[in-house]
């Protein structure tokens, strides 16, 4: 079984929230579901490994930044930079 947790990033800081997210990686969630995003920057930004992402909403700039691994699947519209330097 899959495990996956949801974020409510609604009016939540980029810093908590990607804090957050890189926590449940390291404690194995193989999914994170991010619902209400609205211009959170670096998400997902140096993340390693086997993980997928759903982002719900508009992230902010250099989302995926330096990542390497995981997958991201944005459900709407990025801002600038998405994939910025992505190995």
Known sequence: MTKS????AKGMHYTPLNRQIRE???NGIAEVIVNGVLGQRFIGSGLQGDA????????GGDLAMFMSGPTIIVHGNADHAPGNTMD
Do not use: K
């Open 24 to 26: 449940a990686l390291e």
């Open 52 to 59: 997928t992402i759903h982002i719900y909403g508009v992230p």
């Open 5 to 8: 947790l949801t974020i409510d």
